[in-house]
């Protein structure tokens, strides 16, 4: 996964062309879930680890993908 840009509040990766932006009932890997194993990885996170989508891509669109790790980053976004 290639990270663009990434602070406390939020999170930019670079989504493939044909990965779905969530999880559906193909059951294909989505960026949303790779993301928040990275987090969880990363920083050690007990639980579930909150993302907030700040917009989809279609599974076919590849593109930056942006996330919020927290509630404040959905006003920075």
Not at 8 to 27: C, E, F, L, R, Y
Request: charge should be positive; hydrophobic fraction near 30%.
């Amino acid at each position: 996964m290639k990270i663009l840009y990434e602070d406390n509040q939020i999170i930019v990766v670079v989504k493939p062309a044909n990965t779905p932006s969530q999880a559906d009932k193909t059951g294909d890997q989505d960026m949303l879930t790779l993301v928040k194993e990275y987090i969880k990885e990363k920083y050690k996170k007990p639980g579930n680890v909150y993302l907030g989508l700040v917009h989809r891509l279609d599974r076919p669109t590849r593109g930056c993908y942006g996330l919020c790790k927290n509630f404040k980053g959905s006003f920075k976004a």
